[in-house]
């Protein structure tokens, strides 16, 4: 198996700092897991000693996601026009907003493996460990951890049926909503089409522990971007990621669910996607143990833009499960409206946060550029099969 390659890919709006990157390629080695490349690719700056010390461990290539040259350069010499090549790196933001889709960023990243000939390509975030937390002690802060294979394991199922894919799992650590309570926030959570989560929003304080690990094994369509194996020796049953970004009051939001959208895409390819309950730990607040509080100003942001982030994931998201997968939504989506203005009403107060006052118009504006997005992605698509037919060819 270590006659192939394997491929690190991480996305980071400035490479300032080895942790967790580090960790990772420390775990790989400790487990004997020769990691091939490290992909980095970043937006506003890197931090050239900090590639120095990565470099110690594996070859670094770097992508600016404003300006990937190196990218262009190949998708060029496998024969892409430029327009298509422009379809597949969308950054119509980058200089004026700083902002780059997170399906564009990813696709950069799955690109350079493909085109570098990797076997396989390991997707982890910048708040994300090699580790599983086992236990919390939530009055004394304790964390008790176990660390885990993370490329042995993935590899274990990645490579077990030709048609597996994507291998993923969820995690362990917060909730990426803190614990709240206050008036209509079913309804903000109706608008954003979360109202599954109110339950456990509303009464659930503690992490997400598990004591065990690559027992419950399952197909998915669920992925995350985070802790996510994908093998790229079939091209064919692979699909681009996608995502939107929408400027609304001077202000450029970026959509979710890039993940989300990659798991059924692989699906409709004939691929199949599998969670191998690998729930690494993820200190999506960035002060573990520390009780996430959502009065926290940088808490506070973080709720809001997974709010934005939603909202304009949602009509894409809905389209696409309605008109690919013949799935049937459980409500009108555009009744959400309603709900989502007393929500982000009572939001904005609770919070003391007007910006949640922008969400209906989110909303609105999101639904109005769908057909501009699905326009979008179907060119996108476009291309995507045209470099396919390249690929296979050189395999």
């Excluded at 709006?13 to 690719?41: K, M, Q, Y």
């Excluded at 190949?74 to 933001?93: A, C, D, M, V």
């Excluded at 236990?135 to 490579?159: N, R």
């Excluded at 506070?300 to 690919?324: E, L």
Aim: neutral net charge.
């Amino acid at each position: 198996m270590y006659d192939e390659k394997v491929f690190f890919g991480i996305i980071t709006l400035n490479l300032t700092d080895v942790v967790p990157i580090i960790d990772f390629l420390e775990n790989a080695r400790s487990f004997g897991h020769p990691v091939s490349t490290l992909i980095v690719c970043y937006l506003i700056s890197c931090d050239a000693a900090v590639v120095q010390t990565l470099r110690t461990y594996t070859e670094v290539v770097l992508i600016k996601r404003d300006n990937p040259v190196m990218l262009r350069r190949l998708l060029k010499k496998r024969g892409l026009k430029s327009q298509q090549i422009q379809e597949l790196l969308q950054t119509p933001h980058a200089k004026e907003f700083h902002r780059v889709s997170y399906g564009s960023s990813r696709n950069m990243v799955l690109l350079a493996a493909l085109l570098l000939d990797a076997d396989f390509l390991f997707f982890f975030d910048t708040d994300t460990f090699p580790k599983i937390l086992t236990h919390f002690d939530y009055t004394t802060k304790k964390a008790e951890f176990i660390d885990i294979d993370f490329v042995g394991s993935h590899l274990q199922y990645l490579t077990a049926s030709n048609d597996i894919v994507v291998t993923t799992s969820d995690y362990t650590g917060y909730y990426i909503i803190p614990r709240m309570q206050f008036p209509n926030l079913r309804d903000l959570l109706i608008g954003i089409q979360k109202e599954d989560r109110y339950n456990y929003i509303t009464t659930n304080s503690t992490p997400v522990t598990r004591d065990y690990y690559l027992k419950d094994i399952f197909n998915t369509q669920k992925i995350l971007g985070g802790n996510m194996a994908i093998n790229l020796r079939k091209p064919s049953y692979l699909s681009p990621f996608y995502s939107q970004t929408m400027i609304l009051d001077g202000e450029c939001y970026l959509g979710r669910g890039e993940d989300t959208l990659f798991g059924p895409l692989i699906q409709c390819a004939g691929g199949r996607c599998v969670d191998i309950d690998l729930k690494i730990f993820h200190n999506c607040f960035g002060d573990f143990p520390a009780s996430p509080d959502i009065t926290i100003q940088k808490n506070r942001d973080r709720f809001f833009f997974a709010c934005m982030g939603w909202i304009i994931r949602n009509p894409f998201f809905n389209w696409f499960h309605s008109s690919k997968l013949q799935d049937k939504p459980t409500r009108d989506p555009y009744s959400r409206r309603i709900p989502l203005m007393r929500g982000s009403l009572a939001a904005a107060e609770y919070l003391n946060d007007p910006r949640f006052l922008l969400l209906p118009e989110a909303f609105s504006k999101a639904n109005e550029l769908l057909p501009q997005w699905v326009a979008q992605y179907q060119r996108l698509m476009d291309v995507w099969y045209s470099l396919q037919l390249k690929l296979e060819d050189k395999r």
